[in-house]
């Protein structure tokens, strides 16, 4: 089961007290997931059209707990502000009536059914994306508008002939699964995006000392290098006593820090002394060279 998919399950499982927030949820899958087809006698039907079996069983489940066993299409469309004053049905593309979204909780339910029949989520273990597909763009607006109230930066994009309203941000992705009511699949992403967050600075910190490894290993390798060099032309015996022992120590402990080098010179030296007497032997393996 996709990421996705365990979000909207719990979404299904997730119903509002209030009936007033019951018919904004139910307003937001009537205009998202749903048609409104007159049948042969001329009466209106409420078609739903997605494809998502979660959306089929949040709007039965919200129909049975806010109107009365047998209500009439009529009447859901009434309470949900699909009617006008004259019983003529409003272009469901205009989006929910702002009289049902005008409280928070409304609108935290507005999403919620939104996001069950447009929303997704990307895997979290590959990336941080969410998006509400819409088929026109004063839904995308509203969706957009909604998600604003909440101080979540959603922006809209065209894709093909969709408007897609996207988050992109770890961070907002978890703000919007706890507004609309999703604890269970935000703590599940909260635990992905620390794990993802730890392998990542551990990979930093290995690249960084292996890239510090590298370069204290190419350090000493080009340091034996050149004191190999002097001792062969000119012998080690005529250097001065500082850098004759520096270079002696240098080539019995190859694999040794600078820091480690001094403690072994008598009397034992500092690090910035050790880099010191180095430079000085580099300087004369590169006269010999030249």
Not at 52 to 67: D, G, M
Request: hydrophobic share 35%; proline share 2%.
């Amino acid at each position: 089961m996709s990421f996705s998919t365990e979000v909207k399950e719990e979404l299904v499982r997730t119903v509002p007290g209030s009936r007033h927030c019951q018919l904004a949820e139910l307003a937001a899958i009537v205009h998202f997931g749903c048609r409104i087809c007159e049948d042969k006698d001329g009466h209106r039907e409420i078609v739903l059209h997605s494809e998502n079996e979660a959306v089929a069983k949040k709007y039965f489940t919200l129909c049975k707990k806010t109107f009365i066993i047998g209500t009439g299409t009529e009447k859901i469309l009434q309470a949900i502000k699909v009617f006008d004053g004259d019983k003529q049905v409003r272009l469901l593309q205009e989006g929910v009536s702002h009289i049902l979204i005008k409280n928070s909780c409304c609108r935290r339910a507005y999403l919620r059914g939104a996001f069950l029949c447009t929303g997704s989520i990307s895997d979290p273990q590959k990336g941080y994306h969410l998006e509400f597909v819409c088929d026109h763009e004063t839904q995308a607006l509203q969706i957009q508008e909604v998600l604003h109230s909440f101080e979540l930066e959603a922006k809209i994009v065209r894709r093909k002939k969709y408007y897609v309203v996207y988050l992109k941000e770890g961070a907002g992705i978890v703000d919007l699964l706890n507004v609309i009511g999703a604890h269970l699949s935000l703590m599940n992403l909260e635990n992905l995006r620390i794990e993802k967050e730890m392998r990542n600075s551990i990979n930093r910190q290995v690249n960084c000392e292996t890239a510090n490894i590298t370069k204290t290993v190419n350090a000493a390798s080009k340091q034996i290098e050149d004191i190999q060099l002097i001792q062969k032309r000119i012998g080690l015996s005529g250097l001065p006593d500082n850098l004759r022992e520096m270079a002696l120590v240098r080539l019995s402990h190859p694999e040794s820090s600078l820091q480690e080098l001094g403690g072994y010179l008598n009397p034992p030296v500092g690090k910035s002394g050790v880099n010191h007497r180095l430079r000085k032997l580099n300087e004369l393996a590169e006269k010999i060279r030249a």
